[in-house]
């Protein structure tokens, strides 16, 4: 699906005995890990154990109660990553179209709209207020920020929530991209996506 050139960065994700709190409870035991370049690693665990937290510290969004959680090989990582959260963080009235010329002014977008659009099957409901769309159509427009703007780190939080058969492939097909590519993807799933991980980590108290 992607047919963009190889990442010259080669970030790597490093966790080392991270520990979250929330709401004055440990979220998991302390957990390590590293991942590089061409990884997909696959988040599991069940509702309220941590995933989003754990993506979240990643992204520098959370500071650990104890140990350490970094984007490594790379001089600014929060321009090296795109996370996309359980919320699509969409403006009702605002269009399709009028997202995807947003976000690739904000990011520094490379692929044409059209291309974007193609991708992601969002042809029909290009001019349509967001408020109007399905929730399928409204995730796979928040997964459009990964293609407009091309970054080597993903950090996913659910990204097939509210998709059909059709969508998970489609996001199954990004991911597999974005690998072949160079990049480096970990998801928080509840199913798997399609691509086999390269690594399985399940959050456990």
């Not at 154990?49 to 929060?78: D, N, Q, V, W, Y």
């Not at 970054?151 to 939080?157: C, F, G, S």
């Amino acid at each position: 699906m992607n047919a963009r050139r190889p990442f010259q960065d080669k970030p790597t994700i490093r966790v080392e005995g991270l520990t979250l709190v929330r709401g004055g409870r440990r979220l998991f035991a302390p957990i390590s890990f590293a991942a590089g370049p061409g990884e997909y690693v696959e988040l599991l665990g069940a509702n309220g154990s941590g995933k989003t937290s754990l993506l979240r510290a990643i992204a520098g969004f959370l500071h650990p109660r104890a140990g350490s959680a970094h984007i490594e090989r790379c001089e600014e990582p929060s321009l090296a990553l795109h996370y996309v959260g359980h919320a699509n963080g969409l403006k009702g009235q605002a269009s399709v179209r009028a997202h995807l010329k947003y976000w690739a002014g904000l990011f520094g977008g490379a692929p044409s709209e059209d291309f974007v659009v193609k991708a992601l099957n969002l042809a029909r409901v290009l001019d349509a207020p967001c408020r109007t769309l399905s929730q399928g159509q409204a995730r796979r427009l928040a997964l459009a920020r990964l293609i407009i703007a091309p970054r080597p780190v993903w950090l996913l939080d659910e990204p097939a929530s509210a998709l059909d058969y059709q969508g998970r492939a489609v996001v199954g097909e990004l991911v597999e991209g974005h690998r072949a590519q160079g990049g480096l993807v970990l998801a928080a799933v509840h199913e798997p996506l399609g691509p086999k991980p390269s690594q399985t980590l399940r959050l456990a108290a």
